[in-house]
């Protein structure tokens, strides 16, 4: 582990008394991505009262060798993209090891219509999974799928900037009648 970060609504307004906790971790590339998340997730989810003041919490591993443009390896590579998470990640906050300048690394940020097509992609699997009862993301992720394709189109459409908080971007639409009111 080369470094620690929190991430998501938690670090945002958007935080409630229901946020989970989301880490991500920058690795090495000997570490074993797949085992060692299930390990630690584990770890969290049995300690949740104590180790976690009751917050649900995710530990993901991206690793250095994938920020070099390097095979996926792990869930947020594979399944998220790491295309789709450099806009977040001046946003994470550092919280232990090395400061990592992910800047210089080769990863260019997703357009809106690219991040637009992958959450799209990301929906339709999440259907499929939930028809076949193999759901392995919680249905709070389908939810934040959404609303980041709201955040797509309000960027390409309506001239949102980039931010990872989605009462900015319900403030920004104006609409009352539009998807991201409810």
Known sequence: LKALYLAGTFLTEDRTPYSDIDLFGIVTPEFDINLEEERINDSFKEQQDTLCSGYETRFRAIGLD???????RGIIASFVGLENLVRQ?????????????????????????????????????????????????????????????????????????????????????????????E
Do not use: C
Request: hydrophobic share 35%; glycine share 4%; aromatic share 10%.
């Open 66 to 72: 994938e920020l070099e443009g390097g095979k996926p």
């Open 89 to 181: 990640m001046p946003y994470w906050q550092h919280l232990w090891g090395e400061k990592i300048d992910f800047s210089k690394y080769p990863i260019e940020a997703a357009t809106p219509k690219q991040t637009a097509e992958k959450q799209i992609g990301v929906i339709r699997k999440s259907v499929r999974d939930i028809r076949l009862k193999r759901e392995k993301f919680p249905i709070q992720d389908f939810t934040k799928s959404i609303l980041n394709l709201v955040r797509a189109q309000a960027e390409e459409e309506l001239g949102f900037e980039y931010h990872p908080s989605y009462k900015r971007l319900e403030v920004h639409i104006e609409d009352p009648e539009h998807i991201v009111h």
